[in-house]
């Protein structure tokens, strides 16, 4: 009986203890079931968290690509207008150009027909005035004297001559009418005539070293001829009005006197027509004073025989 009790309280212990372990085993179970739910709920919630990262960076890429994509697409379009600017630019270069050139062939053409219009009346006129653009080379020579001559017992009172040759160029402008200019050179020799009555030779001689020293001067003048001629109905005789001026070489040192070293000559003469030729004569005065000495101012006037 004994070991009955004790067998049925060994029984009883092991069943309890079974028991215990079994609700032990069934609460490890729950708690594990319960850490694997809240695992998987963690494990879920950081999927969820990377995916929604993930979607986030995602979208932030998109964005930095769609950002950059609009960049490039915006400096593309900035580019794209540059050089479409440039282009216009360029077109709008040429275009100018070719304009310009067009002008300048439109202006050019303009010119050579008003030019060819202008020589074509010329021709016209030529025919009509029966008388062409010409030149002619005229040696001269020259009798010269100053304004003193009437006054011969004055230190300062000269005479003398001159040789030359003038090259013209003669341009009708008019039926009658002819615009002549040139070039010339001239030799002139002038001596100082100093005749004195007797009662003035008795008398000291202020100026004996000047009479001594020198009684002639030779200088060289080239002069520019510009003339209006005036042609009769025969085209061969006509006579002539102008300014010759002119530049001295060669009046240094004068003794008593200063040479002036710019002339300028109002002329009038005749001329005609002779081969390359126009002889004919010709009057003429320096409005410009020859030389002077103090207040005395000399003016040349002459008369010039043209070969």
């Known amino acids: 009986m004994k070991k009955f009790y004790i067998l049925l309280i060994a029984m009883a212990l092991t069943a309890g203890t079974a028991f215990a372990q079994s609700n032990d085993s069934i609460e490890r179970a729950k708690q594990q079931e319960a850490l694997m739910k809240q695992q998987q709920k963690e494990q879920q919630e950081l999927l969820k968290q990377q995916?929604?990262?993930?979607?986030?960076?995602?979208?932030?890429?998109?964005?930095?690509?769609?950002?950059?994509?609009?960049?490039?697409?915006?400096?593309?379009?900035?580019?794209?207008?540059?050089?479409?600017?440039?282009?216009?630019?360029?077109?709008?270069?040429?275009?100018?150009?070719?304009?310009?050139?067009?002008?300048?062939?439109?202006?050019?053409?303009?010119?050579?027909q008003k030019k060819a219009e202008k020589k074509r009346k010329r021709e016209e006129h030529y025919a009509a005035w029966n008388r062409r653009p010409n030149f002619t080379a005229d040696p001269s020579i020259s009798i010269l004297a100053d304004r003193r001559i009437y006054t011969q017992n004055s230190f300062y009172n000269s005479i003398g001559a001159n040789v030359g040759v003038t090259f013209d160029y003669h341009r009708p402008i008019a039926k009658h009418w002819d615009f002549n200019i040139g070039i010339g050179y001239r030799f002139t020799y002038l001596t100082y005539s100093h005749l004195f009555s007797d009662a003035e030779l008795a008398e000291p001689l202020t100026h004996a070293s000047f009479n001594g020293e020198e009684k002639s001067r030779t200088f060289s003048t080239v002069v520019v001829p510009i003339k209006l001629s005036h042609i009769n109905k025969d085209n061969n005789h006509g006579w002539y009005l102008g300014a010759v001026p002119g530049i001295n070489f060669g009046t240094e040192n004068a003794a008593g006197a200063k040479f002036n070293m710019f002339r300028c000559?109002?002329?009038?003469?005749?001329?005609?027509?002779?081969?390359?030729?126009?002889?004919?004569?010709?009057?003429?005065?320096?409005?410009?004073?020859t030389y002077s000495s103090g207040d005395k101012k000399i003016h040349e006037f002459g008369i010039r025989f043209i070969l």
Do not use: C, H
């Open 51 to 112: 995916q929604k990262e993930q979607e986030q960076l995602q979208r932030e890429q998109q964005k930095a690509a769609q950002k950059a994509q609009e960049e490039r697409m915006k400096e593309q379009q900035k580019l794209q207008q540059e050089q479409q600017k440039e282009a216009e630019k360029a077109a709008k270069k040429e275009q100018d150009r070719i304009k310009r050139e067009q002008t300048k062939a439109e202006n050019k053409a303009k010119a050579e």
């Open 265 to 289: 000559d109002v002329a009038v003469g005749t001329q005609s027509r002779w081969l390359i030729f126009s002889p004919g004569t010709e009057i003429y005065f320096n409005l410009v004073p």
